[in-house]
Each structure stands twice: as C-alpha cells, then as structure tokens.
C-alpha cells in the first residue's frame, strides 16, 4: 500500500503561481512513476504530468512551459509548479503513485484561479 497526501491548494488570481507537494508513505520502493492529474467539474480526470522512473518529465499540452514537476530519488514526495496560472486550470488536483500492480491517488487539492 502507498499513501499520498497532497498539499498547496487554494484561490489564486489569473497570472499567478502555484505549487502542490505530495507526500508519500507506505510501500514506496514499489512506486515506477509519479504523477499529477487533475479534474475539472464536469470533466473527466486527466494527466497533467508524470515523472518517469528515470527522472525524466512529461507533461500535458495545456500546461507546457508553464508547468515543472519534480520528485525526489526516494519517491518521498512529488510536486508541481504551475506558473501563469488561467481560470481554465481550475480543477481538484490529484497525486497519484503507479506501482507494477495498481495505481494509488491522494485524495485531492482543490485549486481555484480568479480571472
């Protein structure tokens, strides 16, 4: 098992800055790769970025150039810096943890942005 807490949520205006940590406990020497997603009301859950087991980041079209997700060597925690910040990013963020068996979640921050 892997539990994720995630923190750093809240209202910001249009134009800000963000960032969300996760922290994670548990069976972390079984975690591949470590991701945020996000859901918007309404909207299905999407993937904003990941983190792959070599280090490498991935990260989805709406928030290229704006975003930058980093995680330590332990798989002790996972953030996301989200810069520039649109009304359209507005959505209850998730960490997320994929082991070879399952995929584990936190259970949300939400994150509004002001226009």
């Known amino acids: 098992q892997v539990q994720l807490v995630e923190s750093g949520g809240g209202l910001v205006q249009a134009g800000g800055s963000l960032r969300l940590s996760c922290a994670a406990s548990?069976?972390?020497?079984?975690?591949?790769?470590m991701a945020w997603y996000r859901q918007a009301p309404g909207k299905q859950r999407e993937a904003v970025a990941t983190v792959m087991s070599d280090g490498s980041p991935n990260y989805d079209d709406s928030v290229k150039g704006r975003g930058s997700i980093a995680r330590d060597s332990d798989y002790r925690w996972v953030s996301l810096q989200l810069d520039a910040l649109k009304p359209e990013d507005t959505a209850v963020y998730f960490c997320?943890?994929?082991?070879?068996?399952?995929?584990?979640w936190g259970q949300g921050t939400q994150v509004t942005v002001s226009s």
């Open positions: 548990g069976n972390i020497v079984s975690i591949i790769t």
């Open positions: 997320s943890a994929r082991t070879r068996d399952r995929r584990y």
